[in-house]
T-cell receptor, first 112, second 115 residues
Framework: DADVTQTPRNRITKTGKRIMLECSQT?????MYWYRQDPGLGLRLIYY???????NKGEISDGYSVSRQAQAKFSLSLESAIPNQTALYFC???????????FGPGTRLTVT | GNSVTQMEGPVTLSEEAFLTINCTYT??????LFWYVQYPGEGLQLLLK?????DKGSNKGFEATYRKETTSFHLEKGSVQVSDSAVYFC??????????????FGQGTILTVHP
């Protein structure tokens, strides 16, 4: 089984709808991250969490919110989706501040 | 702030050709450096890493050396295969600075290898 899972893998939604992307991990890591990937822009950090009670904004948090329900679960919400939020979204985990990150398979989100 | 600049792609090579993908960085602290690879339809996976100056990371025939004097971490492979076709990302984690271990990514380089 995969260590970092994301659901759904693909989602098409309409402008103005609320949508939640979910991430679960079995690696036992405290640190979890949400990124979005756009062509030619690499990955940009949306939110990150260093433990259940610690949530921080990344470089592009506007229009997004997160919830860390447990050590293993970190959800990303779009309260009112807009077309420029169409992107590939990745969840990642890490063990320490200087260690590698482990990525989920991604969620492809299309907002029409 | 921290930043990573990769050579622009796409890069197209024939099988068994030599590969170099350039990566330079700017960081306020003493970063760890990474190369991640993304195969079609998949998430990112770590290819190699280096945590201090002059370290060489290597994996699957790929190598990169942490050069502090030139702030570079170029990726090389002596003989590429079709199966190496993917998107490659250079990244840094600045544990000693103010970014608390967050990764900063380059824009990615698409590599296509033809038989």
């Amino acid at each position: 089984d995969a260590d970092v899972t994301q659901t759904p893998r693909n989602r098409i939604t309409k402008t103005g709808k609320r949508i939640m992307l979910e991430c679960s991990q079995t690696k036992g890591h405290d640190r979890m991250y949400w990124y979005r990937q756009d062509p030619g822009l690499g990955l940009r950090l949306i939110y990150y969490s260093f433990d259940v009670k610690d949530i921080n904004k990344g470089e592009i948090s506007d229009g997004y919110s997160v919830s860390r329900q447990a050590q293993a679960k970190f959800s990303l919400s779009l309260e009112s989706a807009i077309p420029n939020q169409t992107a590939l979204y990745f969840c990642a985990t890490s063990q320490r501040r200087d260690s590698e990150q482990y990525f989920g398979p991604g969620t492809r989100l299309t907002v029409t | 702030g921290n930043s990573v600049t990769q050579m622009e792609g796409p890069v197209t090579l024939s099988e068994e050709a030599f590969l170099t993908i350039n990566c330079t960085y700017t960081a306020t602290g003493y970063p760890s450096l990474f190369w991640y690879v993304q195969y079609p339809g998949e998430g990112l996976q770590l290819l190699l890493k280096a945590t201090k100056a002059d370290d060489k990371g290597s994996n699957k025939g790929f190598e990169a050396t942490y050069r502090k004097e030139t702030t570079s971490f170029h990726l090389e492979k002596g003989s590429v295969q079709v199966s190496d076709s993917a998107v490659y990302f250079c990244a840094l984690s600045d544990a000693g600075g103010t970014s608390y271990g967050k990764l900063t990514f380059g824009q990615g380089t698409i590599l296509t290898v033809h038989p």
